[in-house]
């Protein structure tokens, strides 16, 4: 789900200055880039698998610089000293866990022929490592032992990043219309700071991930809607229509981020108009009288006309999320990724290599109007991750964020609804079922860690629903009394601790 070939972004809060901040590690397209790169001679998008193979889909990680400028403007051990527990796993291997074994499988079918490397460390023989033996990554070790002795800037200048550079521009070879990277792509990569994006919502200041991120619009967006067309303080988790009212509301805050969000270095993205309670208020009534049909964006108060393109909805997934909170009350709430399911399953160094520029729209432009997430050569791709913290009074109460690809915003915007205004704690709040609205589609949780709490026929009326699994991982920790709780999704095999 994640690594060093990835990137990601950190909300973080400094108790003592009471700061927030939020560090953008998120992947960037090299220079030779074109807006073309996904698709056919003739002009069709590739299909999606097989982007997710191309070494135009890897995009130049962030997630070193990232973990490298936290560790230096916060961190309290020497930089060595946190690394020691990875090189020690790389090289002394770990027993693969069910969903290890199953990820690899997973892989497997998505396609592997193009990576002899990955094949030879993950898949011996045509099949994944023993479950009863320890599984090891010797080049990882050494990658990791580099960055320990040389800090987080060897990865971007010195032989570890000419080591990089050579690997994946040694798979021009292969992909002849790949033009490769050049050394200024990893030496002028840098984290960005952003200021978060807060919106006022169930009595809590909630704030998130902005532009290049569509996560945290999505999820403000969601929960504001839903606000607007359900009395939620008087909600319960047993009324099936405020799970019928929360799935619209996800569906029209997709239609908004997917159209509006872009890396905001080509111009800023509305996201204050986005939120503005007229706006939320219009849509929400035009939500209302939609009748099931397929949501369109909206044009905020100061734009006159749609600029863009409307594109398909995409495809991404493979996240990890870390949230933690220290003795101090300093806090950090982490979504890391490298996309797909081991990523573009190229390996340079025993890293997986990140197929992050798949998020980028396909087609570049769509009906003679330029698509606003469209690849041009230094810019980050939309993403949905959206690590969040709540405040009650300027206080954080609550931090969490979670996997799952487009359907991140969906997750957390009923994680929250559980917490703030259904009062669930954190395990229940993590645990109750998920629905998602994928397009004209209302996907229900099949087999969640808590059931449902009420017949499910009661939202199968809506038309075109379906259950399946959904693959959250949410982490959450809550402020409860003068103490904090936690809880991991169980749907994954995280898990929450407190450390003396």
Known sequence: SSGLAGGGFLLHWEATTKTLEVLDGREVA????QPSDFLTPSGTALPW???TRSPQAIGIPGTVALLWDAHQHHGQLPWAQTLAPAIRTATDGFKPSPR???????AKRFGVAHSPAFQALYLPGGQPPPADQPFRNPALARTLSALAREGGPAFYAGPLAQQILGGVNALKTTTPNFRGWSASDLSSYAVVRRAPLCSHQLGHRICTMPPPSSGGIGLLQTLALLNQSTP???SAPDDPTVWRQLGKAQAWADADRLYWVHDPIDGAVPSAALLDPAYINSRARAMQG???SRPTPGLPAGIKDYPYGRPDRGIEQGT???TIVDASGNIASYTSSVETIFGSRHLVGGMVMNNQLTDFAFKPSLGGKPVANRRLPGRRPMSSMAPTLVFRKGEPVLALGSPGGRSI?????RVLLASLAWNEPPARAVGLP???RRGTTLVLESDPPLPWPFPLQQLKSEANSRRQSIGSGTALIQKIGAGWQGAADPRREGTALALP
């Open 434 to 436: 998920h629905l998602s």
């Open 232 to 234: 939620l303080a008087e």
């Open 49 to 51: 698998r097989e982007a």
């Open 290 to 292: 939609a009748n099931g």
């Open 100 to 106: 290890f074994l199953r990820s690899l499988h997973l």
């Open 30 to 33: 090299p220079q030779r880039s």
């Open 409 to 413: 915003p969906h997750l957390l915007s």
């Open 320 to 322: 990890s999320q870390i």
